[in-house]
């Protein structure tokens, strides 16, 4: 496949993925929170581009980086630098380095196979854990290739899962080969990181455990023929979860209805939106729902007549707008994850992963990031 179409299949996927990140979550599933390092691998340096990265996340706010031209890890948060000493991020470093040798040997694997030595190709990797308001914790560690995920441990059954029909059988049973290594990062998902994603959200609280409620308002627009849409407008809220949804005449309605992913705003805080076709006549019935943590009641919000008509037709534009502004910027930052952030997918994973002389998987243990 040439790289140019291999881009865009990664782009593509990547464009997927966040998609599935900002999907419309109801109350009842509770805020949570995440610790995840996102780690890409490629055949070499390109474009300015480090063969290896790493970044790591709670929630959408990195807070650290490595990669191969510098070879060391770089807090990225101010209140992470101010409350890990040095010791912690020279155990961070070396655990990165590790992660980059086994990296660039799994990434030649794939290759191998594939016999895609001398073309193009990424390999991605994503693992961390959640942690709910109500106590929920979850263990995630998912491997992608070429920009498709392809394998996932499942730390129930403690296996990896092959999620595409591409992968043969030999690729996954050298990643099950090693039974020690699973156990102890099922161990890791669970317990150290659940820990140490405790401890960031306490040193970050002002900024990760606030809740700011949404602004909702509701417009409309007249559309050709004897139709029109009105569209919902969800912003300025935080954290990330929250349920959207039409009613109508007091019942959720999904008839031609559409649902936007959640996004990032500048300021930290996130927004949505959602639209409905209507027959004119029963605009009255409408209205769109919300409800989130940091409201006390959900609301329930319809479009009011003394909005006018001409200006929610061009606040729409400059919506349509926006989110084609967003979906360039989504681009271009999937274009560069695929040569860098999604290295740092692949990198904490994959540093337990081929010892090309011995077995196929070689366990790599973990120093300790606690003081």
Same mark, same amino acid.
């Given at each position: 496949m040439p790289r140019g179409r291999r881009l865009l299949s990664l782009l593509r996927w990547g464009a997927a993925l966040l998609l599935l990140g900002g999907r419309l979550v109801g109350r009842g599933a509770a805020a949570s929170h995440s610790l995840r390092y996102v780690g890409t691998v490629l055949p070499e340096a390109m474009h300015g581009l480090?063969?290896?990265s790493l970044l790591g996340y709670v929630d959408d706010v990195v807070i650290s980086r490595y990669d191969s031209s510098t070879r060391k890890e770089?807090?990225?948060?101010?209140?992470?630098?101010?409350?890990?000493?040095?010791?912690?991020?020279?155990?961070?470093?070396?655990?990165?380095?590790?992660?980059?040798?086994?990296?660039?040997?799994?990434?030649?694997?794939?290759?191998?196979h594939y016999n895609r030595s001398e073309s193009f190709s990424c390999l991605?990797?994503?693992?961390?854990?959640?942690?709910?308001?109500?106590?929920?914790?979850?263990?995630?560690?998912r491997l992608a290739y070429e920009g498709r995920e @392809?394998?996932?441990?499942? #730390?129930?059954?403690?296996?990896? +899962? $092959?999620?595409?029909?591409?992968i043969p059988d030999?690729?996954?049973?050298?990643?099950?080969?090693?039974?020690?290594?699973?156990e102890s990062q099922k161990v890791y998902l669970e317990g150290e990181c659940i820990e140490l994603l405790q401890r960031y959200l306490g040193y970050g609280k002002e900024l990760l455990l606030k809740k700011e409620p949404p602004v909702v308002k509701v417009l409309r627009r007249v559309d050709s023929g004897d139709q029109e849409t009105l569209v919902c407008r969800v912003y300025g809220f935080y954290p990330k979860e929250i349920e959207a949804t039409w009613r109508k005449d007091g019942e959720v309605w999904m008839e031609d209805t559409f649902h936007a992913?959640?996004?990032?705003?500048?300021?930290?805080?996130?927004?949505?939106?959602?639209?409905?076709?209507?027959?004119?006549?029963?605009?009255?019935?409408?209205?769109?729902? @919300?409800?989130?943590?940091? #409201?006390?009641?959900?609301?329930? +919000? $319809?479009?009011?007549?003394?909005?006018?008509t001409g200006l929610n037709t061009g606040l729409i534009i400059l919506i349509v707008g926006a989110a084609a502004l967003v979906l360039v910027m989504v681009v271009v930052g999937i274009i560069l994850c695929l040569k860098r952030g999604r290295k740092h997918n692949v990198a904490y994973q994959i540093a337990s992963v081929f010892d090309r002389t011995k077995s196929p998987l070689k366990k790599v243990t973990r120093p300790s990031l606690h003081p």
């Open positions: 480090p063969q290896f770089w807090p990225q948060a101010r209140w992470v630098k101010e409350s890990m000493d040095a010791h912690f991020w020279d155990t961070k470093t070396q655990i990165s380095k590790g992660d980059e040798q086994e990296c660039e040997m799994a990434l030649e694997m794939f290759q191998n991605q990797w994503t693992y961390g854990c959640e942690l709910s308001d109500d106590g929920h914790k979850n263990g995630f560690d @392809v394998m996932y441990l499942n #730390l129930e059954t403690l296996t990896w +899962v $092959a999620t595409s029909r591409a030999v690729i996954r049973k050298w990643w099950n080969a090693d039974k020690a290594y699973i992913g959640i996004l990032l705003n500048s300021d930290g805080t996130y927004y949505t939106w959602l639209s409905v076709q209507i027959d004119p006549k029963d605009v009255g019935l409408y209205q769109c729902h @919300v409800d989130h943590s940091g #409201l006390d009641e959900p609301l329930a +919000v $319809a479009w009011e007549e003394t909005d006018g």
